[in-house]
Structure formats: C-alpha cells, structure tokens
Nanobody, 118 residues
Framework: QVQLAESGGGLVQPGGSLRLSCVAS????????MGWFRQAPGKQRELVAS???????NYATSVKGRFTISRDNAKNTVYLQMNSLKPEDTAVYYC????????????WGQGTQVTVSS
C-alpha cells in the first residue's frame, strides 16, 4: 500500500511560478514511474508530466518548456516546477505512481488546487 501526499498548490498570478511536491510513503510497491496529472472543472483528468526512476521525462505539449518534473528517489518525492503559469493551468493537480503504465496509476494522491488568476 502506498500513500501519496501533494503540497505546494495555491493562488498565483499569470506568469508566476509554483512548485508542487508529492511524497510517497508505505511499502510493497516499486515507485518505478511517477507522474503529475491535472483536472480542470468540467474536463477529464490529463497527464501533465511523468518521470521514470532513472530520470526519463515526458511532458504534455501544453506544458512543455514551462513545467519541469523531477524526483528524489532517496526521499520518495516527485516535484513539479511550474513557470510562466497561465489561467488555463488552473486545475486540481494529482500525483500518481505506476509500475508500467503511468497513464493508469496504481495509486493517487488527494490533489492540490492550483489557481492562476489576476
């Protein structure tokens, strides 16, 4: 069983930055793939960025060049640095972990709200 706890969300003006963190705890599951997802009101949850244990990353086109995902394996923590934020980035952000397919995480966090507004 794995528990995921996100933090770092909040209200930011357009063009601003936020850094999200997600700490994994528990045992019995290899944190091979870790990812950040988001869900805006009335929209489906989408994969924003993912990172493998070895550091290989992938990004959604909408955030490429603005967001950076990273992880600290020793701390079981994944981060999402979000720069040049836009109002359309407003959503609840969730982290997830998976063994093989990050698109289908085995565990989810509870989510953290990010609001980009002036």
């Amino acid at each position: 069983q794995v528990q995921l706890a996100e933090s770092g969300g909040g209200l930011v003006q357009p063009g601003g930055s936020l850094r999200l963190s997600c700490v994994a705890s528990g045992s019995g599951f290899s944190l091979n793939l870790m990812g950040w997802f988001r869900q805006a009101p009335g929209k489906q949850r989408e994969l924003v960025a993912s990172i493998s244990r070895g550091g290989r990353t992938n990004y959604a086109t909408s955030v490429k060049g603005r967001f950076t995902i990273s992880r600290d394996n020793a701390k079981n923590t994944v981060y999402l640095q979000m720069n040049s934020l836009k109002p359309e980035d407003t959503a609840v952000y969730y982290c997830g972990v998976a063994m093989v397919y990050i698109e289908r995480p085995s565990y989810w966090g509870q989510g953290t709200q990010v609001t980009v507004s002036s």
